[in-house]
């Protein structure tokens, strides 16, 4: 059984190439099912904005490069360029990692985390959650909280959502001024909404596919709501727009800002598109008078005030290894399972024979203490029979080692 991880994050492949490696929600269980049924006998999947990782555990992972390149249809040499594999011990590493934030574009930056434990939730409800997985998983949400708790990783964290006011107010003096409309309710958009309405805005509204959810969002922060086929009539309303849903295709295109631009008169509007794949399209960035940005621009932004937190990042780190020590034990663990149960069923085997026989002579009326002395012998020559065999069978070196392994497994002094 091995364990395996691959897949393609902010630091390896820009959001072109990430935007069509994501998995989106409603094939999310069928993408799985495929996975275990392909690759490995366990199977999660993870998928943000920034990263798209498949976790396998099983007995054909290195089969799984090709498997995501030709489930995205991606050219299995072009996605090569930007995926990472990660075996084994690396795989257990990378995941305390991630869950810890210590491999996010927002050093510390808790979201990861919820959507590791949504990956999970997905993975148990595709019924792909085996017991190594399951354990991983379990673990890694163990070691972040750990490294939450007793090192500063996390302190005073810089967001995404805190980036998107730091744009805002590079354009507009004071966004108390300024309209506010947030393209989605996830917890991305939620997070915006929290920084966002702390500034004052004059109005924020909530456009969502579906509208009642919408409202419960909008409710939050004295906003309004909106269905997502009404940006169209108000968008020209909004001086800035953040974007975050699950669409698999751009909401707001080149065409729909043009007309919005013209309708205020060429007053300037920030867009900000957190979402992969892309709800605005790339080309709207060509019109005078937008201020586009998409997460890999704000990359810059969330770099800022990192410096207190990447002192303790050496802590987090110490942290992690040890866990990972701890785990790849229980792995190993884990692989003597079969041997162990094969002794087991040995000496049980014997253990019936040598009782069967026993019994046997109890009911021809045999003498009991001769039977007991009997049934007690029989089950040491057994049990003693194949060790005694080896060491008698080597020679030379082997025989020593073998002496050795006996006098530790029978704790015998040489």
């Known amino acids: 059984m091995t364990l395996y991880a691959l897949g393609v994050n902010h630091q390896t492949a820009p959001l072109d190439i990430r935007e069509r490696v994501v998995f989106h929600v409603e094939r999310l269980g069928e993408a799985l099912t495929e996975a275990k049924q392909r690759l490995a006998a366990e199977a999660a999947i993870l998928s943000t904005c920034n990263r798209t990782e498949v976790y396998l555990s099983g007995e054909r992972p290195e089969q799984a490069a090709e498997w995501l390149a030709r489930y995205h249809r991606v050219e299995p040499a072009e996605l090569g360029r930007y995926l990472y594999t990660l075996p084994s011990e690396r795989a257990v590493r990378h995941a305390f990692r991630v869950a810890s934030g210590l491999d996010s574009m927002v050093l510390g930056e808790p979201q990861i985390l919820g959507q590791m434990k949504d990956a999970v939730r997905s993975a148990e409800a595709a019924g792909t959650l085996g017991t190594v997985l399951n354990k991983l998983f379990q673990r890694s949400f163990a070691v972040a909280k750990q490294v939450r708790s007793t090192t500063e990783v996390g302190a005073n964290s810089v967001s995404m959502a805190a980036a998107v006011v730091k744009l805002a107010a590079r ?68 001086d800035v727009v953040v974007s975050c849903t699950a669409s698999s295709l751009p909401i707001l295109g080149k065409g729909l800002v043009e007309r919005a631009l013209k309708a205020r008169r060429r007053r300037p509007i920030l867009m900000v598109d957190l979402a992969v794949p892309r709800d605005i399209e790339p080309e709207v960035a060509e019109l005078d008078d937008v201020f586009l940005y998409t997460v890999d621009d704000l990359q810059g932004i969330v770099q ?8 303790a990042v050496d802590q987090a780190e110490a942290i992690i290894e040890t866990q990972v020590g701890q785990f790849m034990h229980w792995m190993q663990g884990r692989e003597s399972v079969p041997l162990i149960r094969q002794l087991r069923d040995q000496a049980e ?31 040491t020559n057994k049990l003693m029979h194949a060790p005694t065999q080896a060491l008698n069978e080597a020679a030379g070196e082997e025989r020593r080692s073998v002496a050795a392994s006996i006098a530790r497994l029978f704790r015998l002094t040489p």
């Open 349 to 379: 085997s014997a253990r019936q024979h040598e009782l069967e026989r026993a019994l046997r002579l109890l009911a021809r009326g045999e003498d009991p203490r001769q039977v007991l002395e009997a049934l007690s012998q029989g089950l």
């Open 304 to 311: 800022a005030n990192l410096d207190a937190r990447r002192s």
């Open 171 to 238: 354009i507009f003096p004071s966004l108390k001024d300024q309209k506010v409309l947030l393209v989605g309710a996830g917890e991305m958009i939620e997070l915006c909404a929290t920084h966002l309405a702390a500034q004052g805005p004059e109005r924020i509204t909530v456009a969502n596919r579906t509208l009642e959810r919408g409202q419960g969002l909008a409710r939050r922060f004295n906003a309004r709501a909106i269905e997502l086929r009404e940006l169209a009539a108000q968008l020209c309303e909004y």
